[in-house]
């Protein structure tokens, strides 16, 4: 320092040395998946198996369970496959990721009950401008508390879903909108708003177990039979009693 001064300094912070160049090309041989693993994880945590297993074990308590999702692409891309990765951030300790992809998830929850409840004004379905005179501007752009608030307001989301809504918004917030937001309780917060995703992710879905079969909620069905990706029974019923090539054969001797 021109000064004479000193401070701590982290020196290549960003750096995955074993890969980098000059340090990859003296030893040619492919970085281990330990290695990998400890560049993924925070500096100071620990990145073996057991402690991996440990963080899973950990985050893996959430009340509700999501064990079966429709493979939409749109319900895969905006809400499943982002709290997986959210529990694979936790695992390798990247807490913040997991807060972050949760007020995504939470977000296209919210986007999604909208789209389900299929709101009309005047006995047609609302628009896009319909909502802009309402609301000030369409569902879709308004921000995340405002489209919780009208969510309740028409009656598409109970008291404890909208508590798992703010649970998410207010901790995302703290985190990623507030420099003097310390970090102290930042891992029981990612668990807390993974649980509350997940708790979204099944509320929209409406998942439950009836007599063996999976059953949906009925406003999604229609959603998913909007997509193509759902056939009523009475469609599958109509097919099997349809004849094949083999069975329509020529009755001509």
Request: proline letters at 7%.
């Amino acid at each position: 320092m021109p000064d004479g001064g000193r401070f701590a300094a982290w020196i290549n912070p960003l750096a995955f040395l074993d890969v980098d160049e000059p340090w990859a090309s003296i030893d040619k041989t492919q970085p281990s998946a330990e290695t990998i693993l400890s560049f993924l994880c925070p500096p100071g945590t620990p990145a073996d198996s057991a402690s991996l297993v440990e963080r899973y074990k950990r985050i893996s308590t959430e009340p509700v369970r999501l064990f079966a999702a429709p493979a939409e692409p749109r319900i895969l891309e905006k809400l499943v496959w982002p709290l997986r990765h959210a529990k694979a951030s936790y695992v390798v300790g990247n807490n913040l990721a997991v807060v972050a992809l949760c007020g995504m998830v939470s977000e296209m929850v919210a986007l999604l009950l909208w789209q389900l409840a299929e709101a009309n004004l005047n006995g047609r379905p609302m628009t896009a401008a319909d909502e802009a005179a309402l609301f000030g501007s369409s569902f879709e752009k308004q921000g995340q508390e405002r489209r919780v608030r009208v969510l309740a307001a028409y009656g598409v989301v109970t008291p404890k879903i909208v508590e798992m809504f703010e649970t998410i918004r207010l901790k995302r917030r703290k985190y990623l909108h507030l420099w003097s937001q310390d970090h102290e309780r930042l891992p029981e917060d990612a668990v807390a708003c993974f649980h509350a995703g997940v708790g979204l992710v099944v509320a929209a879905i409406g998942q439950d177990i009836k007599d063996g079969a999976l059953v949906l909620n009925p406003k999604l069905v229609k959603y998913l039979e909007r997509q193509g990706m759902y056939e009523p029974a009475e469609d599958r019923s109509n097919k099997d009693l349809q004849p094949t090539a083999a069975d329509a054969g020529d009755d001509e001797s």
